[in-house]
């Protein structure tokens, strides 16, 4: 894994759009496939990937887009849907048509059926080229929570406890505060041919520890990317606040 420590977020965003941008220039007209992410991590990668679209052109019209998970029970036009999340915050603000743009239906009749038709329209678009992730603070990537298969496909998962907690501040009743999320699995993560993790703050630092120094262990999902050959994980000086080992190259 390639590890950048970098000194603030903007910084960090810059070196995550660097990867969008060589992905997409890349793939040319045939298109890139983009694995995006919700959550407050991708943030300012989305800022700077909309400014460079802005300001230099950088096109999204031949990429198509897959994002990594939905609370079961909210349409996409929640406004907690992580469909909205994603239409807010970078395909409505670059030219990324709408229609290319794929996430689960978590208002789906049948939930495990969506997740199964999802997998599969996954692997029908040949897969991801680059996927970003943020990780959870108990090491979950998408919402592949502790105790995750480390060859699971999309699917129905519980959210833990800690996750429903953290998630609650999103939501003005807690009663309405989502506890099952479609969520492509480690398995289905693990044939994305590129990905990056971008993380921040001391509430990840330990989290990150596990994933860059510790053992692989279901117990911390996002250590089944120890596996991965091309993963470049970017975070700040609290998040890295917990790391040892001295390999990790300052941004
Ligand atoms: C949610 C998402 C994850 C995300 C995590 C961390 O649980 N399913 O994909 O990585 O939150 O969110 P944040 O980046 O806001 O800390």
Redesign the pocket.
């Known amino acids: 894994m390639q590890v950048h420590i970098v000194p603030d977020a903007a910084a960090g965003g810059a070196l995550v759009a660097d990867l969008f941008e060589e992905v997409i220039r890349e793939a040319g007209e045939a298109g890139a496939v983009l694995g995006l ?7 300012t990668a989305y800022a700077e990937l909309i400014r460079r679209h802005r300001e230099r052109g950088l096109s999204f019209a031949h990429s198509r887009a897959f994002t ?2 939905e609370y079961v029970g909210l349409s996409g036009d929640h406004p907690q849907s ?1 469909r909205r999340f994603i239409h807010e915050h970078l395909v409505d603000q670059v030219d990324l048509p709408a229609s290319a743009v794929d996430t689960p239906d978590g208002a789906a009749a049948d939930p495990d059926l969506e997740a199964i038709a999802y997998e599969r329209r996954l692997q029908d678009a040949g897969g991801v080229d680059l996927q970003i ?5 108990n090491g ?4 592949n929570e502790p105790g995750s298969d480390r060859a699971s496909r999309t699917r129905v998962v519980d ?1 833990a406890p800690s ?1 429903i907690a ?2 609650a501040r999103f939501f003005g009743d807690p009663s309405q505060v989502p506890v099952r ?1 479609i ?1 492509q699995g480690l398995g289905t993560l693990a044939e994305a041919r590129r990905i990056v993790l ?4 001391a ?2 630092a330990e989290a990150i520890a596990h994933l860059l120094e510790g053992e692989m262990t279901d117990q911390w999902p996002a250590t089944a990317l120890q596996q991965h050959p091309q993963v470049t994980v970017v975070v700040d000086e609290a998040a890295a606040s917990r790391l040892t080992r001295s390999d990790a190259r300052h941004s």
Request: hydrophobic share 35%; glycine share 16%.
């Open positions: 992410a919700t959550g407050s991590s991708p943030l990594l998970d992580y992730l943020g990780i959870g603070s979950h990537i998408a919402f959210l996750t953290d998630n999320a969520s971008t993380a921040s703050g509430g990840k």
